[in-house]
């Protein structure tokens, strides 16, 4: 059986063993843990082949002779390192609670049992968020972003990805479709969503099973989408949603591409329907979200594609 988990690091020092530390703390044992450090100037290396040195079973690293260019080419870099049934991917900042991997195969199994083995599959937990020092900010990072674990069907992942990476887990089906990851991808766990909601399914666990440490390089990665400030803040921030939409329109071009030929008639009207939106005027727009369902979850989100989309 075993999984797989990918590990993008840089610069990490400051959190990386404790991260380490708890992936080694599993319930469930049956993985190996591949670490790719992606130039870092810091003690992130030495960490690393300590860690390493100690767990030679548990544990390979590499080290890319230059930077990537960001985590999400990194994590692609390390794909082809897979061999077993499933892959899990980890931040180096989190902590992963003790039952994370138990609890996530667990729900992959019952998925496969339903669905069965040839079919792609993925799924994704929710997440704690805490500060630096490992301080309780919200129980839930769905909650507080109002996902909620929804948006598993095509039509959602095209306009938003719900899946949080370091959370999730794939099948070796799902692996199998993923064999190119084109230019247009926002990033790695946005086109892994994107391919299992189009070919498979996507579940989800509501218990938490990551501390998700908050802190000043990912705070983006757990914004409030609840708040009337950020309603109010929505309104100031236009042309970044809009370049953000026309990303998603790229995605949604790139996919089509890539995997035309096995699309389902009602596939390829969905994929057509979302790319129309760009260069439609702003009634057509709105008609086309109502009649296909391209909202994105929680009324600040909703906000900014009637107004920008």
């Known amino acids: 059986m075993g999984i ?45 082949s300590d860690y390493a ?11 890319n002779e230059s930077n990537s260019g960001s985590a999400a ?31 996530t195969l667990r729900a992959m199994k019952c998925m496969e049992e339903k669905y069965g083995r040839n079919c792609p599959l993925a799924v994704h937990t929710d997440l704690t968020v805490v500060d630096v020092n490992g301080n309780l ?27 949080t990476g370091c959370t999730m887990m794939g099948n070796r089906a799902l692996l199998d479709k993923l064999a190119v990851i084109p230019e247009g ?42 708040s009337i400030c950020s309603v109010a803040k929505q309104a100031t921030q236009k042309e970044a ?14 996919f089509g591409e890539l995997y035309w030929e096995e699309l389902s008639p009602e596939q390829i009207q969905t994929l057509m329907s979302y790319r129309s939106l760009e260069g439609s005027s ?4 709105r008609q086309i979200l109502l009649k296909n369902g391209f909202w994105k979850t929680g009324i600040v989100r909703k906000l900014g594609q009637l107004l920008y989309v």
Not at 80 to 96: H, I, K, N, S
Not at 137 to 163: D, H, I, M, W
């Open 4 to 48: 797989d988990i990918l590990m993008a690091a840089y610069q990490g020092e400051a959190f990386l063993a404790e991260q380490l530390d708890s992936i080694l703390g599993q319930t469930n044992r049956d993985w190996h843990l591949y670490v790719c450090d992606d130039g870092s100037k810091d003690a992130t290396w030495e960490i690393l």
């Open 53 to 63: 040195a100690r767990f030679p079973e548990q544990i390979t690293i590499r080290k």
């Open 282 to 285: 702003p009634i057509k727009k």
């Open 241 to 254: 949603i809009a370049q953000a939409l026309r990303k998603t329109y790229r995605q949604a071009e790139a």
């Open 185 to 226: 991808t926002i990033m790695h766990d946005w086109w892994i969503a994107l391919v299992a909601s189009c070919f498979g399914k996507i579940g989800f666990v509501r218990t938490p099973q990551i501390l998700y440490r908050r802190h000043e390089h990912n705070v983006e990665g757990a914004k409030d989408f609840t």
């Open 137 to 163: 900010l919200e129980p839930s990072l769905c909650a507080y972003q109002k996902l909620e674990g929804s948006g598993r069907t095509f039509a959602k992942q095209l306009v938003q990805n719900t899946v």
């Open 73 to 103: 080419a990194n994590f692609y870099g390390m794909l082809p390192l897979v061999t077993g049934e499933y892959v899990m991917f980890a931040d180096q900042d989190d902590v992963w609670l003790p039952k994370k991997v138990e609890t």
